[in-house]
């Protein structure tokens, strides 16, 4: 179309991918400065990577909360409702000092394409966090987006599509070990989640709140996973088990084509 604004950045070690649909041009670019400008302070103000960053300085005693930038206790009190909706699952500390990198790239996505949805004129958004998508709007009237989950036991091949046809906003988040391995923690252990699933795809409107799901769903593994997440409102999700199984949520056939 020749209306979309697109840009690829490398910030918080992915890529962060924008698709912005109507809008003037000028605006549009301005807008997509202050989202770009807004991940790479979120990295700088979270990082655990950076001795310097607020996080690192609040784990080490050097600030308190209220010392640190706003955005430290807004993502601190989002973390903590992730932990209690997952019944613990979520983990916010590591090492006994508070920690909550696993929910600020969501966060951070969600908030740069609300960002840029307000734009005048603007009809559609879609921010791609290093594989974490937040919808919003549609790319052309009549149209939805459509999402591709990968399927991580077929090099290549897609799980499913997800649509986001009805729907003003939506999200799409998977956590799993195809791309980093066995990276997600059992936060009762502090050791690798002892798991039978591949993958976790939640879909949900807020991508903050889907990458925390995914996260969570997949420590549990599929069948505690899978009953967690069917109690969790506008939650739908679909789980891919080492043994090929495929499980999916009773209302995940709306997001489906």
Known sequence: MGDAVRHAEEVMGTVFSFDVRGGEPGAVRAALGAAV???HRADAVFSTYRADSEVSRLARGELTVAECAPEVAEVLE?????????EGWFGTRHRGVPDPT???????AERAARLLARVPGVRGVGVNGGGDVQLLGEPEAGRPWRVGVADPLRAGGLAAVVSSAGVAELSVATSGTAERGAHIVDPRTGLPADTDLVSATVVAPRLTWA????????????????AWL?????????????????????????YLG
């Open 230 to 254: 069917e109690s969790l409102p506008g939650v739908e999700a679909l789980l891919l088990t080492a043994q090929d199984e495929v499980l999916r949520t009773g209302g995940l056939h709306r």
């Open 78 to 86: 989002l973390a903590a409702e992730a932990e209690r909706v997952s």
């Open 211 to 226: 990458d925390c799901w995914a996260t969570a769903a997949f420590a549990r593994g599929s069948r505690a996973g899978l």
């Open 37 to 39: 400008d807004g991940l």
């Open 102 to 108: 696993g929910i600020v790239k969501g966060w951070a």
